[in-house]
């Protein structure tokens, strides 16, 4: 375990129940423990809320199960609300007002403004993807159990789940009206930074004020400094969805590339429907390459700033950092506009990734170049 700072230096941090009085983290207050009894309660024999989480998280689930105990319920339920959200906004064979309405139902009840439970059974059998229709059906039980963690999780879960739902409802009512021959792309650079702030930023947010209160209270100008890199760090991993989903969302009428900026180069957004204009688009696309790989640089400084004895929680950031890294380069060698390459890193080189970091990890100089590495295949 790393040494204390001495008493005569400004502190970076102190662990929980180390600091002074009025600044230490919360007591856990059992929250692990309400949310697992809530899980069995909640949930029919032998159906808990854990397995459903993990089908519907996909990769972010070696994230989640890396996490230390005292946040991880507390982020998997805000996932899980999260995803609900997500799901109803991305379900196209309903009409976007009604998603619009639905979604906005869903928002109201997991803040407490009204109490009637949800029927999701209609909706739910929309759904191609098993995990999601099954999510859905069982949206109730995840809201209760938000009920049973503390007021101050309830109240950070809220937060965010309002300012990502705010994005979802955004980009609902400007691309409602988009086809497959009617692309509608974003207006401007500060728009695409809303709208990356709105759906990830924010979790960055969450993430430190979670770790703040259950595992080690930062001084002041370090806590501002972890929060801009929080947030970079989540617009990051959504620049590259963005950027590795690009020719899918062109064909759903929807272009996450700003207006002003194609219009630099002479293209429009239906333009980038025709992988021959890619070499013009190119110029556009590499440039939002670079400033996705700065935000990820940001999560790498987010995590290298965190304690070192908190492995579990710098591998819970480190690992979806790395992968994304190696994304962006395979990204860079492949051609973007058309829609029948899909670029995506093998489940080996995910699970290499993974072990490289975890064997890593006692050795500082190793572990701090691992960014790099990842960048170049294993």
């Not at 199960?65 to 064979?93: F, H, K, N, S």
């Not at 029927?119 to 098993?130: I, T, Y």
């Not at 929680?313 to 962006?328: D, E, K, S, V």
């Amino acid at each position: 375990m790393a040494e204390e700072p001495s008493s005569d230096a400004p502190l970076k941090y102190h662990l929980k129940g180390k600091g002074p009085a009025r600044e230490a983290p919360e007591a856990p207050k059992g929250g692990g423990k309400l949310l697992k009894a809530a899980f069995t309660k909640a949930a029919p024999a032998k159906r808990k809320l854990d397995p459903l989480l993990k089908s519907v998280s996909r990769s972010f689930h070696l994230t989640l199960r890396v996490l230390p105990a005292a946040i991880r319920p507390q982020i998997g339920l805000a996932y899980l609300l999260a995803r609900a959200t997500d799901t109803i906004a991305d379900t196209e064979v309903i009409p976007w007002q009604e998603r619009l309405i639905t979604l906005r139902m869903l928002r109201d009840r997991i803040l407490g403004t009204h109490g009637l439970p949800l029927d999701f059974a209609e909706l739910a059998q929309q759904q191609g993807n098993e995990s999601e229709r099954e999510l859905l059906l069982r949206i109730e039980e995840a809201i209760e159990a938000l009920s049973l963690l503390s007021a101050k999780d309830q109240e950070r879960i809220r937060e965010v789940i309002t300012t990502i739902a705010s994005g979802q409802e955004m980009d609902l009512e400007r691309f409602g009206p988009s086809t497959a021959d009617r692309v509608i792309a974003l207006q401007t650079h500060s728009g695409l930074e809303d709208y990356t702030y709105r759906v990830a930023g924010c979790v960055g947010v969450f993430w430190t004020r979670m770790v703040q209160a259950h595992l080690f209270h930062l001084a002041p100008m370090y806590e501002s400094m972890l929060l801009k890199n929080g947030v970079w760090f989540g617009q990051g991993l959504q620049l590259i969805n963005i950027l590795r989903d690009l020719p899918r969302d062109l064909r759903r009428g929807r272009c996450y590339f700003p207006k002003d900026k194609l219009e630099e180069v002479g293209l429009t957004p239906e333009h980038l429907l025709d992988p021959a204009n890619e070499d013009r688009f190119r110029l556009i696309y590499d440039a939002y390459l670079d400033f996705a790989e700065a935000r990820l640089a940001a999560g790498w400084e987010y995590t290298n700033a965190l304690p070192r004895q908190f492995t579990r929680l710098r591998l819970a950031c480190a690992w979806p950092i790395l992968i994304g890294r190696r994304t962006l380069d395979l990204l860079r060698e492949s051609p973007v506009l058309d829609p029948a390459i899909e670029v995506r890193i093998p489940r080996s080189e995910v699970y290499q990734i993974v072990l490289c970091s975890f064997l890593s990890h006692p050795f500082a100089g190793i572990w701090k170049r691992l960014y790099k590495a990842a960048g170049r295949p294993g």
